[in-house]
């Protein structure tokens, strides 16, 4: 079992960049595909959209679309945390954004992870 932390959101205006961590607790962390997820206020009732992956090691990811080159996964196994870098934020990145974590049956894009982090909010200004 792992336990998931999400941290470093908050309010910057567009073509700012921020960083969000995601610390993890519990055993084996490097084992675990990992990724990150976000939903936005104004759609409480969709599912939340998949943001970027990463896997065990760190040696594939996955982006949607609409943050392929602008954001960056990554993940340092020694620290047991995974990492978001955004750049060129733009203010339909608002959301609340989640880290997950799956191990056995991992699919990087889809919302079936079996961890979930609480959330951190991203707030861009236009």
């Known amino acids: 079992q792992v336990q998931l932390v999400e941290s470093g959101g908050g309010l910057v205006q567009a073509g700012d960049s921020l960083r969000l961590s995601c610390a993890a607790s519990g055993r084996s962390f490097s084992t675990y595909g990992m990724g990150w997820f976000r939903q936005a206020r104004q759609a409480p009732g969709k599912e939340r959209e998949f943001?970027?992956?990463?896997?065990?090691?760190?040696?594939?990811?996955y982006y949607a679309d609409s943050v392929k080159g602008r954001f960056t996964i990554s993940r340092d196994n020694a620290n047991n945390t995974m990492y978001l870098q955004m750049n060129s934020l733009k203010p339909e990145d608002t959301a609340v954004y989640y880290c997950?974590?799956?191990?056995?049956?991992?699919?990087?894009?889809?919302?079936?992870?079996?961890?979930w982090g609480q959330g951190t909010q991203v707030t861009v200004s236009s």
């Open positions: 943001v970027a992956a990463i896997n065990w090691s760190g040696s594939s990811t």
């Open positions: 997950a974590a799956d191990r056995r049956n991992w699919r990087p894009t889809t919302n079936e992870y079996g961890y």
